[in-house]
């Protein structure tokens, strides 16, 4: 992301995952952030992904952006999103200390990703935020979500629909926060998709004791 970004090689379920470091070493939390649809040109360098990691850096977070397999220098191949799940878990086992406050992200497909590890990490140490933009929820099958997850939609999306964003959040009654004229990629509302992570979400919360 900027000259301060750290990049770092971690043994993960299919090989070798290349992950890059923002923000204070000391950042009392975590913040993994995760990419869109590697098959579809998604990479840790996304923009929306950049930009999501930016606004963790300023809340104070840690951010830990990685190439799934088989994207960049991480090794593997596409496993369809299980393998992408295990490498975001395998991620986070490799870099968050015991009982570290946690956020989670993602973008459209690695909404998915952000979702699914999310639901596995709650029954121990849940995470502090969870924020899902342009979540495809058409075309992969989100976990269920904390109630003060945010949302973020555009409303012209071309990939994933509103219709089908508020049809996924409605059992839930979970809030979408709808973007005025954006579509799937948010072109030239980066900084207002910025604000809105720095709006809805908190800087990392002490562990206890």
Not at 1 to 28: F, I, K, S, W, Y
Not at 108 to 127: D, I, K, M
Request: overall charge neutral; hydrophobic content about 45%.
């Amino acid at each position: 992301m900027n000259a301060h970004t750290e990049v770092r090689l971690l043994q993960g379920p299919a090989g070798v995952l290349e992950c890059a470091l923002d923000g204070a070493q000391d950042a009392p939390g975590l913040a993994l952030l995760c990419h869109p649809h590697p098959l579809h040109g998604g990479t840790m360098q996304h923009k929306v992904v950049q930009t999501l990691a930016r606004a963790f850096v300023q809340l104070g977070w840690r951010v830990v952006r990685f190439n799934y397999r088989g994207v960049g220098q991480s090794e593997g191949a596409w496993d369809a999103g299980r393998g992408e799940v295990d490498d975001a878990m395998s991620v986070l086992e490799s870099l968050r200390a015991p009982g570290q406050p946690l956020a989670l992200a993602g973008f459209s497909f690695g909404s998915y990703v952000a979702s699914q590890v999310a639901a596995r990490v709650a029954p121990q140490a849940p995470a502090q935020a969870l924020v899902l933009v342009g979540p495809a929820v058409e075309t992969f099958p989100l976990a269920p979500v904390p109630a003060d997850t945010l949302v973020i939609h555009g409303e012209l999306d071309d990939v994933v629909s509103l219709r089908g964003v508020l049809d996924w959040a409605r059992p839930q009654a979970l809030p979408v926060t709808v973007v005025p004229g954006a579509g799937h990629f948010f072109h030239g509302q980066m900084g207002l998709l910025k604000s809105l992570v720095l709006r809805g979400c908190r800087p990392p919360l002490a562990m206890p004791g």
